[in-house]
């Protein structure tokens, strides 16, 4: 199948996803998610029906430090951050051939995005391993 992946380049636990994905035999079309020029019809296309606590990257360090709490946000509050500033977005964002979209990298969304009976043993999403390299600063874009 061929996915478009929108990741933060750089991002060592993104890189851990695309990797599992292309050996499990998927295609990918990576995109910068931070420098991507989102609409908010763009943006709601994959954020949509879940709860907007779960559109933000909780390893953000806006969110971290508690300068930007998800839960305080409605829709549209929430749609405008993500949309000024795409470092908030979770990622990775995930496209189907058919249009289909993800949020995350969690087991169970993620096999039936892949059409998979069960879930899965993927690399699960957010940070990668203490041990490895941290992910970059973004870049001015």
């Not at 998610?33 to 029906?49: I, N, Q, S």
């Not at 549209?76 to 951050?81: D, Y």
């Not at 058919?98 to 892949?114: I, M, R, S, T």
């Not at 899965?120 to 990668?128: D, I, K, L, T, Y």
Request: glycine share 8%; hydrophobic share 45%.
């Amino acid at each position: 199948m061929h996915i478009i992946f929108y990741e933060k380049p750089g991002c060592s636990g993104n890189a851990s996803q695309k990797a599992w994905l292309q050996a499990a035999g998927h295609t990918l079309e990576v995109r910068n998610l931070l420098g991507w020029a989102w609409t908010r019809e763009e943006l709601l296309g994959f954020l949509g029906e879940l709860p907007v606590t779960q559109w933000f990257n909780r390893a953000a360090p806006r969110v971290k430090s508690g300068e930007i709490v998800p839960e305080a946000l409605d829709r549209e509050t929430a749609i405008r951050t993500l949309l000024d500033e795409h470092l908030l977005i979770r990622r990775p964002l995930l496209r189907r051939e058919d249009g289909l979209c993800l949020v995350g990298f969690e087991a169970a969304p993620l096999a039936h995005f892949l059409s998979l009976e069960a879930a899965v043993a993927a690399p699960g999403e957010g940070c990668a391993a203490r041990a490895m390299e941290p992910c970059p600063a973004p870049q001015a874009i």
